[in-house]
């Protein structure tokens, strides 16, 4: 069985419809799960079907699912997202998995193969790497905040002790929205304690420089990017995401703000 590619005879090495089915899915899947917009997602499962001759694929893809069909062949997949992420690198070499295919540097095997290592990779930074940058960059927004240097060492304590308790809260409760809360609440205190002593000044540009590591900055900008696309429901679902996580932020600095 053969298909154009390129303008090229090419033999087609993966037949199957039900199993180029599995492949789009599956790049889908780990694009949505780390990060990648809504759009992209969907142009790139259209594109690996295109390359094995399928033009006329359909998708629609949401936050927690994946429904994908091919007209007058197979009935619609669909394929569940419980969890979420944040993995750029990811999605890029899902990307460059996607260009290969299309260009023939890779048969469908191979691409499939790549993708079941992607998805099981671990690329993610050490935990106490993660610490450091969140630590570092409290103190950097501090600064960009208009900040005194003197602030500087609070905001980096504030955050980085933050950051630690979001991730092993998360961790360990899976509760969505009360890691956030709880991370905030002690950075709350915490900037508070150093104002109390006398080693900090500003107490709403520590509260601020601390909390930015934990804003889903990425989510927000998918949810912008996805509305301006037409794809209001992912838009508006992430968009409703990034709106709890940030009322779950400043409810726990309210809290502290409050008794103070």
């Not at 023939?104 to 106490?128: H, M, S, V």
């Not at 900040?147 to 933050?162: E, H, M, R």
């Not at 927000?220 to 995401?241: E, F, Q």
């Not at 709106?243 to 400043?250: D, H, M, Q, R, Y």
Request: charged content about 15%.
């Amino acid at each position: 069985m053969y298909y154009c590619l390129g303008g090229k005879r090419v033999e087609n090495r993966f037949p199957q419809t039900y199993e180029v089915i599995e492949l789009c899915l599956l790049a889908g899947k780990i694009m949505l799960q780390c990060g990648g917009e809504t759009y992209r997602v969907e142009d790139t499962m259209t594109r690996i079907a295109a390359t094995f001759g399928i033009p006329q694929s359909h998708s629609y893809v949401t936050p927690t699912g994946i429904i994908f069909s091919i007209d007058g062949t197979e009935p619609a997949k669909f394929i569940r997202i419980s969890e979420r992420t944040t993995d750029l690198y990811k999605v890029t070499l899902v990307n460059g998995v996607s260009r290969k295919l299309s260009s023939g540097e890779l048969t469908a095997e191979q691409a499939l193969n790549r993708l079941k290592e992607i998805q099981d990779a671990d690329f993610t930074f050490p935990i106490y790497q993660q610490i450091i940058a969140a630590s570092i960059s409290s103190g950097c927004f501090l600064m960009m905040f208009l900040g005194q240097w003197s602030d500087f060492i609070p905001a980096v304590i504030a955050g980085g002790l933050g950051f630690v308790c979001f991730v092993y809260i998360h961790q360990i409760l899976k509760v969505r929205f009360f890691s956030e809360f709880v991370a905030s609440l002690v950075i709350g205190l915490i900037a508070f304690l150093f104002v109390k002593i006398g080693v900090g000044t500003q107490l709403d540009k520590i509260i601020i420089g601390s909390v930015m590591p934990l804003v889903p900055g990425l989510l927000i900008t998918n949810a912008v990017r996805d509305l301006m696309a037409g794809h209001l429901v992912s838009g508006l679902s992430k968009g409703a995401d990034a709106f709890l996580t940030a009322c779950a932020i400043g409810t726990g600095i309210a809290v502290v703000v409050a008794f103070y």
